[in-house]
């Protein structure tokens, strides 16, 4: 189905799961919602934290898209939003008409997803994907650029890579810098303050088998978990795995 | 100094040293001398373990090169070479003009100098090269493809790289196939047969330190180490170290 077609569905309420596997080849993106007056100090931490928190579009004073889509309604064209207020999270909804004012900025950010795309075009397997789990997610010791009320550490995302595809792995993800790039650490989880591989922070654990190699990306986690941290009086991202569909083609993102 | 002076200083004997750290920028190559009846076999043999034994020219009844330098004497113009016979070293020669037969086959075999002066421009320091020890190389389980009588296993150089660099030194050095590419192991010795990381079976041992990660790149001792073990009754090559300087950019290799 064409992505058009596709966040029309979403927007009339009839598709409202994770979108990984639908329109294939398209980019999809992490949404953030964040009162104005901290837009600005977000934007500039997005940049100076560009490998975990790569912002592809920011929209003021509207909520359509420009860049990754044509006139997408971003209220009601992703299947699910989670809100928070004063950093907690209150509840899902399928649509956050009720919740727009003109005081809010959409921040839309690169995901994953795209070099996954990648990586599997490429032969190199990806056991969440196969086992249809959700990638495995771990806080770490890698400290973010702080700028005015934003600072954290980086959540990375985990693959386990045959022994003799990683490099590989590093030289295709690297060539999508936009949505995350190569990993951050190869191999050592206790190097990055990982303690235990087996009990991921966020997501599913995932088998690391004897011939595999454990290779970390930065993840897209990382920019909710320090909206949580700074506990916001108000934002409203994506659903997890409830992402933004776009127009704009994974290869239009390869480097 | 330029490449052709340099080369004629060698070929009156005036230079006899390891080529490390000479016409910087240019290609620097191994060779390889075999009978002729063995070469087409050995060529195959480069063709199907590229990745070890990177084949970048061949030259048959004559002794001057014609892609990686315009009429350079073979001969002569390496700083040393060694001689075998039956497999086994028998001497180290600054010249090989007595012992050339028009039954003589030359390989000209890519090195990893080049990623290396890669790798550096990058700011990836490399501690052998700071320490001014030879890389550290060992003899693993990785077998290689057999062409007729040619067979063994692959012999990889290791580098220890900053944590945080080594998706980096991965993306660099795939950027030249030709002089090995991108590494064939990242961060687990033992994965390739490796037991002992601080004992090398060529080169120095050199240090990991605590924040690096070792990791093996397939090693143009390889070609060398399959001569040996299959007891050519004659062959020469460049002495470890003293490799042939071509005219070639190491830029010209870049992909």
């Given at each position: 189905m064409k992505t058009k077609e596709?966040?029309?569905?979403?927007?009339?309420?009839?598709?409202?799961k994770p979108t990984a596997g639908y329109c294939t080849g398209f980019v999809q993106a992490n949404m953030l919602v964040i009162p104005k007056k901290y837009a600005?100090?977000?934007?500039?931490?997005?940049?100076?934290n560009h490998k975990?928190?790569?912002?592809?579009?920011?929209?003021?004073?509207?909520?359509?898209?420009?860049?990754?889509?044509?006139n997408a309604n971003l209220l009601k064209e992703l299947?699910?939003?989670?809100?928070?207020e004063d950093g907690k999270y209150v509840r899902s909804v399928k649509n956050i008409e009720e919740y727009y004012s003109k005081d809010l900025v959409f921040f839309l950010v690169g995901c994953s997803f795209t070099f996954e795309t990648s990586l599997i075009n490429s032969g190199i397997l990806l056991r969440h994907?196969?086992?249809?789990?959700?990638?495995?997610m771990y806080d770490t010791n890698i400290k973010l650029n702080k700028v005015g009320i934003f600072e954290g550490n980086m959540v990375v995302s985990m693959r386990p890579i045959k022994k003799d595809r990683v490099s590989e792995a590093c030289?295709?993800?690297?060539?999508?810098?936009?949505?995350?790039?190569?990993?951050i650490q190869v191999g050592y989880p206790e190097m990055i303050g990982i303690e235990d591989i087996t009990?991921?922070?966020?997501?599913?654990?995932?088998?690391?088998?004897?011939?595999?190699?454990?290779?970390f990306w930065p993840c897209g986690v990382t920019p909710e978990n320090?909206?949580?941290?700074?506990?916001?009086?108000?934002?409203?991202?994506?659903?997890?795995?409830?992402?933004?569909?776009?127009?704009?083609?994974?290869?239009e993102y390869y480097v």
């Open positions: 596709f966040r029309q569905l979403i927007s009339k309420g009839e598709f409202a600005d100090s977000f934007e500039e931490f997005g940049k100076l975990a928190i790569p912002i592809l579009e920011v929209i003021r004073d509207s909520y359509y898209t420009k860049i990754l889509a044509d299947p699910s939003y989670n809100i928070f994907v196969e086992e249809k789990k959700n990638v495995a030289v295709i993800t690297s060539h999508f810098p936009n949505m995350h790039g190569g990993p009990k991921p922070d966020y997501g599913d654990s995932i088998e690391i088998k004897e011939d595999e190699i454990p290779v320090v909206l949580k941290n700074v506990k916001l009086p108000f934002a409203i991202t994506h659903s997890p795995g409830h992402m933004f569909i776009s127009d704009r083609k994974d290869s």
